[in-house]
């Protein structure tokens, strides 16, 4: 089955983390926290619409200069969501700027705080030198932050001595058109294949008309059950700086249940146990065992301490063998999926 999500860590599992999840085949991607991000080209980035950040500790919020300078010419809104505060910290780091030559420009931040109970939208437009208006009233934070066409965006607060967001994206429904039933039918693919994905995934009418090819047009429900197989859709869970307690173990467990891809920190070794709850992070077996709470399909661990240069492999090895339940070898990860693409 082909994937619509396409994650990659811009930085791979030592570096800042920032992982881009693209959108195949719609032009479109989202990233998940906004580490420094200036080796990666700006037509990689420019796809992006929306970022969630888990919190703004350096390594995972100075690439927002970056990301600003290559928007800030485009007619375009970029949404960022993270916790109570990150209005405050882009209100900063704008203020760091001079704005006088923005008039003309049609760019703008949306920024989006999540509460304990509710979440709060502001608009920060170029051309009002990103002075902040607020974007309508508060309104109640219910787990769901982001809801598209295609896919869901939620999020959960963990306890990282601050808040620490943990995100999943979960595709609505996949899609896959049926190239036998195209060459049968002798039609071509083409734009309507889109159209046609998404009528169903808004749920339009069955009777909703379908132009397959110029000037013939069929009912939505006969062409969907023709040309298309539909299955449930990819999930991605992130989760970075949190420490290993019950309430923080029970929020990741929820939230990563069944992901197909689990993003995960695990910045220390076991044997630096009280190191990793001195500093609110996980160790790789902590990060293993979440991992099969879970049940998810594959573990991928990141953010390693720059300690352990050397012995990256023993943190993925304590990682996938705690996640398997048995010893793991390093020469084994590839095959389990382990190595990143
Ligand atoms: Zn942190
Ligand atoms: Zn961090």
Known sequence: MKTTFRA???NGQTGDPALLVGLRWQG????????RIDRTPAGILLPIEAVFVSHTHMDHFMGFDQLLRIFLARESTLRLYGPEGIADCVAGKLAGYTWNLTDEYGFALEVTEIGAREMMTWRFPAARRF????LGPARPFTGVVLADPVFTVEAAPLDHKIVSMAWAITERMHLNVRPDALVAAGLHPGPWLNALKQAVRVGAPDDTPIEVARGDRRPLR????QFLTVTSGQKIAYVVDTLFSPSNAAAVVRLAAGADVFFCE???LEEDLEQ???RYHLTARQAGALARAAGVQRLQ????????????????AEAQAEFAGHEVRYGELDRRGAALP
């Not at 661990?301 to 993925?316: C, L, N, T, W």
């Open 301 to 316: 661990v990141f953010h390693f301490s720059p300690r352990y240069e050397g012995r990256y492999g023993d943190i993925q």
């Open 266 to 268: 695990a910045p220390f």
């Open 28 to 35: 479109r991607a989202l990233l998940v926290d906004l580490g």
């Open 8 to 10: 990659r860590l811009l």
């Open 131 to 134: 002075a902040r208006e607020p």
């Open 276 to 278: 990793a709850a001195r």
């Open 222 to 225: 006969a062409v969907r059950e």
